[in-house]
């Protein structure tokens, strides 16, 4: 019996190199619940890697097997559908996960600038 009344659904950007898998779990799943969805989609055995996030000073933390989400600091607020928690996915022993951006957005056009004057 959960000591929680309800579960709210939290959302995911789990991201490998140029994969980023997004999905949706309940609050109280476990990291290792987190990590069985991941290993499907990736076809990663699970004892291979880990799931990692950003604290608030910007350094990723190792996120363990037995916690649930919640207690790892996960909310609804900070892992919704728009705004997706990311959680960085990586080898046993990494203290950074390998991520490649989507994309990069092209450079503004000069016309397009605000301190482009008219003469």
């Known amino acids: 019996m959960s000591s929680r009344a309800t579960s709210h659904e939290l959302t995911f950007e789990v991201c490998l190199k140029q994969k980023h898998i997004f999905c949706t779990l309940k609050e109280d799943c476990t990291v290792l619940g987190l990590k069985k969805h991941v290993s499907k ?57 390998d991520i490649t951006p989507l994309s990069k957005p092209p450079p503004v056009p000069e016309s397009m600038r605000h301190d482009h004057q008219q003469d």
């Open 41 to 97: 989609i990736l076809k990663i055995p699970i004892a291979e890697f880990i799931l990692m996030s950003q604290s608030e000073n910007n350094q990723w933390v190792h996120l363990e097997d037995k916690k649930k989400l919640y207690s790892c600091g996960f909310t609804p607020a900070n892992a919704k559908v728009q705004y997706p928690a990311t959680i960085g996915v990586g080898r046993v022993g990494d203290t950074v996960p």
